[in-house]
Each structure stands twice: as C-alpha cells, then as structure tokens.
C-alpha cells in the first residue's frame, strides 16, 4: 500500500464514520408511545448530546491531523480510535432519555405525559459510525510514519546569501532569512545543487 492511498483510505473512513455518527446520532432512538400516537426522541436527546460531541472530536481531530507531524497523527490517531470505541459502547448501551425529555416529546401531540418508551435499531448504526471511526484511528496510528508533513512544504531551506555584499544581506533579511543563522545559509554544495535543479 502506497502512501497516499494509506492516507486516502484512513482519512475515508475516519469521515464517513463521522458522517454516519452525525447523521444517525439524530435519528429517533426512541419512541414515546402513547394511546394518541408515537413522539420521536434522537439519539441526541437521549445521550445529553454525547453522540453529536463524539462526531464533533471526530471531524476536529481530523482537520487537526492534517497539520501535524508523524508522531503527532499517531497520538491523535489512538484518540481517535478511544472516540470510536466510546461511540459504539454509546450505541450498544443506547441511553435511555430522561423523563423531562419523554415528557417534551409527548407534549407535541399529547395531552399524556406518561407513555412507554419503544427502541429503534438507529443506535446500532450509530455504534457502526464507531466501529469506523475506531478503525480510521488504528489506520492513523500504523500508517502516518509513512506520510509527509504537510507543513514541510512551506518550510524554506538554507539559501544562498553572499555575506561580503550589502545588498544580498538586505535582501535576505527582507525575504525573512537571517544572515546570522548559519542554519538559514545555503553552503557552496547546496548552493550548486540549487542551480542545477534550477537548469533542469
């Protein structure tokens, strides 16, 4: 497995697993069942929006990896994996709603605020959103070792200055570089490789 199809497929599977946890974590886990009908209550308002809160570290730690190094991807990776595994015990324990929000589901069509509560196969979704995200940061953890930065591309490397000309020496400090940084100073090697890449 090449690099980017590693990253390609972590990256897939880490948002569709929050794209699922999303979508399924506002689906009617339960229903308020009452004589006059059914009030509908989301997975969100059975868990204290713990399910939404889930998807959102998901989608977060994903934009966050995109800017980190190899050890850092791997430290998100495993947080990742521990957020997919608390999504699919949040949808295999499926929360049961509090009384408070049973009552406001039933107030929407029904005079009754006592109803019993019936259970919809939406939270095993929500624990497969999981089961995907959990993987997605196992793939993060093994793969990104093997990936670039991405912020090496916008690193300048060591440049070519000509200490004995004031005008280079302004230059350089215009374009950022340090003159006093022997790090920042191409030496003559680097400086020669830079033309021939240059030529080609």
Same mark, same amino acid.
């Given at each position: 497995?090449? %690099? /980017?199809? #590693? *990253?390609?497929?972590?990256? &897939?599977? !880490? $948002? =569709?697993?929050?794209?699922?946890?999303?979508?399924? +974590? @506002?689906?009617?886990?339960?229903?308020?069942?009452?004589?006059?009908?059914?009030?509908?209550?989301?997975?969100?308002?059975?868990?204290?929006?713990?399910?939404?809160?889930?998807?959102?570290?998901?989608?977060?730690?994903?934009?966050?990896?995109?800017?980190? %190094? /190899?050890? #850092? *991807?791997?430290?998100?990776? &495993?947080? !990742? $994996? =521990?957020?997919?595994?608390?999504?699919?015990?949040? +949808? @295999?324990?499926?929360?049961?709603?509090?009384?408070?929000?049973?009552?406001?589901?039933?107030?929407?069509?029904?005079?009754?605020?006592?109803?019993?509560?019936?259970?919809?196969?939406?939270?095993?979704?929500?624990?497969?959103?999981?089961?995907?995200?959990?993987?997605?940061?196992?793939?993060?953890?093994?793969? &990104?070792?093997?990936?670039?930065?991405?912020?090496?591309?916008?690193?300048? +490397?060591?440049?070519?200055?000509?200490?004995?000309?004031?005008?280079?020496?302004?230059?350089?400090?215009?374009?950022?570089?340090?003159?006093?940084?022997?790090?920042?100073?191409?030496?003559?090697?680097?400086?020669?490789?830079?033309?021939?890449?240059?030529?080609?």
């Amino acid at each position: 497995m090449t %690099a /980017a199809t #590693g *990253r390609l497929l972590a990256y &897939a599977t !880490l $948002a =569709l697993g929050a794209l699922v946890a999303f979508v399924t +974590g @506002a689906q009617p886990w339960w229903n308020a069942v009452v004589a006059e009908g059914r009030g509908p209550v989301s997975g969100n308002l059975s868990s204290g929006s713990l399910t939404q809160a889930l998807a959102v570290v998901t989608v977060a730690g994903v934009l966050l990896s995109l800017t980190l %190094a /190899a050890r #850092g *991807r791997q430290v998100l990776g &495993a947080v !990742l $994996a =521990l957020a997919g595994s608390g999504m699919v015990w949040v +949808g @295999a324990a499926r929360p049961r709603p509090s009384q408070d929000v049973v009552q406001q589901a039933l107030r929407s069509f029904s005079l009754s605020v006592d109803g019993t509560l019936e259970a919809t196969p939406w939270p095993w979704a929500y624990a497969a959103g999981g089961v995907l995200v959990a993987v997605g940061g196992v793939l993060l953890v093994v793969l &990104a070792p093997r990936w670039g930065s991405r912020r090496s591309r916008f690193e300048r +490397g060591p440049v070519a200055v000509d200490l004995e000309d004031p005008t280079a020496i302004w230059k350089a400090l215009d374009a950022g570089v340090d003159p006093t940084d022997q790090s920042a100073i191409a030496s003559p090697e680097q400086v020669e490789k830079q033309d021939r890449k240059s030529q080609r």
